[in-house]
């Protein structure tokens, strides 16, 4: 049959309904960016080549795809649990998220089996071509259809098609010798490539189309006759591609190299962020959202995706650990939030893997996918959760690459994001009688970030999973990729808790003890943990000063910051020529104390000694200070008594009261260490007794400073409160809240994945 009688469609009628079968002249002309050449597709070849291309989108718009559903499935589970889920509702939601993340898992497999193994050594899958089809010409140079955006073909295949004579490729540069030169891809004068569309017109203008008619002989004697390749000269395809590649350069980052980049890592990283069948495409920007749990965008020209996720997903890791002396602790639910700019192969690779390793170039940290490796189940992570042991295993400790492994991989920006952990939601007002009833979710909150660089920290943490330590004037923490990935993946986050973040980390640190109820902690080093403890009571020593902040303009060791610490201390203990002057320091103290009681509940225990410690000291002219003396004159030290009163009252277990009492001194130290706990628990309470009693020597004030003591510690609990918030123990919201949380975590908050949405991204 003649093409021209060829019918657009025809009707078949059956039992089960009319079916109209529609007639497709497949695409016989493409353009590839990254030679600048226009690709002549045979008409006998054109519907195989446009069949494996569209498979090839299919794929991986189908593993995208799979990836919404479950993040949606997800966000359901989440919303659903922050008002409490009936045992059906529970199952009804858990059979949707397994079944959801096993067909996100088959689309990943399928995928990889297209693509192939992530190679560690090339940084690479099996290369791809990148091709954007051009039809719509046809015999009168009347358009037949709207092109499809990107095609991308398998290298190996693209070859093969090549050598079997039915691909013919034409170069769009000047044939006068200039080569290069005359490529439409220039560069501005700050180094950054863009497209000159000018230059791409002209060149399209400047083509001998009767010369190349002679050229295509072999090609258009299977092509379709009426195929007018004059009509390429006027299409719009190419000028809207260049377009948009050149507006995407305006939206860049300022960190990142905003640049045109037709090397195949870039090519591959735009097939894989699904730019063939995006929905989300604007060609006004040039930019491109992914589905997903997460925030991303592309950034076509550059093929650079900015991406925010949750680690292993909103939900994180209910994690548990064996300390050193094989008891199990649980730590509760962490979860990594990272934003890497993901460029090239690697990049890629962390795109299309569901789990990740961390690996170093220079001082930078870098995301890279690794292929085979197990990745954590939601189920078993929301039940079970995860068991480590401390010591690191040597395979855990990721690859050791050569400059060579990483070439062509941009990575200006590095890896940016934070540690976070599932804090219990604070009573609204922690002073009310019936404050924090009702309160029992909890919400995820950064407690340290994942270091800019990590020049000068080789060796941190080594051989250990979770540990927390203090190098220039800060804490750091190595975290193994494997307690946020999962069993098997390998490297290690190195992450810094800064100045906006050192209030989290105390609040997570005490949270911790509380707890362990108050027993070692072994994931935090003892001079790392003495340096918080010091810096806690600095804070409270001077209000002005932003302690942490100085710690890290001395870039000083734990040691350095312990001999500024008692150089300071000193002057509250030590008699000055001006005597007054201790007084009044140990005054401000009180009144610091006073004022700022709620970071009380942030403080170690060695903290709450040191400032019982503190506040105790009186010499000869305490006593004769006027600011000592309260309404009734012969009473002294009123504001002062106030202040330990205060520091008892954030004291949250019988084993607490204990280990501050033993630790009242002025570094912290342990008294206990040769002695007996009780024995010296009742020695420090005699002392506190007798510091109340100062001021009136009447047997009656001496029984109301032992009631005081007495009552505090009576009515302190014997077993931690699993689940929430630290309150002062005379409120009611800590008297109420005796038991474990039942509703913790399962209550608790999930942010969406676009915050700026209530739509997934």
Not at 28 to 56: K, N
Not at 188 to 211: F, M, N, S, V, Y
Not at 260 to 274: H, I, T, W
Request: glycine share 8%; net charge neutral.
């Amino acid at each position: 049959m003649d093409r021209s009688n060829t019918p657009v469609a025809q009707t078949q009628t059956s039992k089960k309904g009319s079916v109209a079968i529609a007639y497709h002249q497949s695409i016989q002309c493409y353009f590839r960016p990254e030679t600048e050449e226009l690709v002549f597709i045979a008409d006998s070849e054109a519907g195989a080549f446009e069949t494996h291309w569209r498979g090839m989108l299919a794929s991986v718009d189908a593993f995208h795809q799979a990836g919404a559903v479950y993040s949606s499935s997800l966000q359901a589970y989440g919303l659903a649990a922050q008002t409490g889920l009936s045992a059906l509702q529970q199952e009804r939601h858990d059979k949707a998220v397994r079944t959801a993340e096993q067909t996100l898992e088959e689309n990943r497999k399928a995928l990889r089996e297209k693509l192939g193994e992530f190679s560690m050594e090339g940084m690479s899958y099996d290369d791809v071509v990148e091709l954007i089809p051009i039809v719509g010409q046809g015999g009168k140079g009347k358009k037949d259809g709207k092109s499809s955006r990107y095609a991308y073909v398998k290298k190996a295949y693209f070859s093969k098609t090549q050598q079997g004579l039915k691909l013919h490729s034409v170069s769009l540069k000047s044939s006068d010798g200039k080569g290069g030169a005359q490529s439409f891809i220039s560069k501005d004068k700050h180094g950054r490539a863009l497209i000159d569309t000018g230059k791409l017109g002209k060149q399209l203008r400047a083509l001998e189309w009767p010369k190349l008619k002679l050229e295509l002989k072999d090609v258009l004697k299977w092509a379709n006759p009426d195929f007018d390749l004059e009509g390429l000269g006027v299409d719009e395809v190419l000028f809207d591609w260049a377009e948009s590649w050149n507006h995407s350069l305006h939206g860049e980052k300022k960190d990142l190299n905003a640049n045109v980049d037709l090397s195949g890592g870039a090519q591959f990283m735009r097939f894989v962020a699904n730019m063939g069948a995006s929905a989300e495409f604007d060609p006004h920007t040039g930019q491109a959202a992914i589905k997903g749990e997460g925030k991303a965008s592309l950034t076509l020209a550059s093929g650079t995706v900015a991406l925010t996720a949750y680690v292993p997903d909103r939900f994180g890791w209910k994690l548990k650990y064996t300390d050193s002396s094989q008891q199990l602790f649980d730590m509760g639910h962490f979860r990594l939030v990272v934003s890497p700019s993901l460029t090239g192969f690697i990049g890629a690779s962390v795109v299309l893997e569901g789990q990740l390793q961390v690996m170093v170039q220079g001082d930078k940290q870098l995301l890279a996918g690794q292929s085979g490796g197990r990745l954590p189940r939601f189920t078993e992570r929301r039940t079970r959760g995860a068991v480590f042991h401390q010591q690191m295993a040597r395979e855990e400790e990721g690859l050791n690459l050569s400059a060579e492994g990483f070439a062509g991989v941009r990575a200006e920006a590095g890896l940016k994001g934070s540690l976070q952990w599932l804090k219990p939601a604070e009573p609204y007002d922690p002073e009310s009688s019936v404050a924090g009833l009702l309160k029992s979710t909890g919400e995820f909150t950064d407690f340290c970030s994942i270091a800019g660089s990590i020049s000068g920290l080789a060796g941190l943490g080594a051989g250990r999973k979770f540990h927390c330590t203090f190098i220039n004037g800060r804490f750091y923490f190595h975290v193994a990729a494997s307690v946020c990935w999962g069993l098997g993946a390998k490297g290690a986050v190195i992450c810094e808790v800064g100045v906006n973040t050192i209030v989290e980390f105390g609040a997570w640190l005490i949270y911790q003890l509380y707890r362990l109820n108050y027993r070692f902690f072994d994931v935090v080093e003892e001079d790392a943990f003495s340096a918080y403890s010091q810096y806690c009571v600095m804070q409270m020593l001077d209000a002005a000063l932003t302690v942490y902040e100085s710690y890290g303009r001395l870039s000083g060791t734990a040691i350095e910051v312990s001999k500024r610490f008692r150089g300071v201390v000193d002057e509250f203990i030590i008699e000055s020529r001006d005597g007054m002057v201790s007084s009044q320091k140990r005054n401000a103290l009180a009144s610091n104390t006073i004022s700022r009681r709620q970071e009380l509940l942030r403080y170690t225990p060695e903290a709450k000694g040191i400032l019982l410690y503190l506040l105790t000291r009186y010499g000869k002219w305490d006593r004769v200070d006027p600011e000592n003396r309260g309404s009734a004159f012969l009473d002294v030290f009123t504001t002062r008594k106030e202040a330990v009163v205060w520091v008892l009252r954030s004291i949250q277990t019988r084993a607490e009261w204990r280990t501050v009492l033993c630790r009242l001194t002025v570094d912290g130290r342990n008294l206990a260490k040769n002695a007996d706990e009780a024995t010296i628990e009742k020695e420090q309470e005699l002392h506190l007794v007798n510091f109340f009693q100062l001021g009136f020597n009447r047997d009656d004030e001496l029984h109301r400073a032992k009631y005081e003591i007495v009552s505090i510690r009576q009515r302190l609990k014997m077993e931690i409160s699993w689940g929430y918030a630290l309150a002062m123990n005379d409120t009611w919201y800590y008297k109420l809240n005796s038991m474990a949380n039942p509703h913790y975590p399962r209550r608790c908050m999930f942010s969406p994945c676009d915050e700026n949405s209530d739509q997934l991204t």
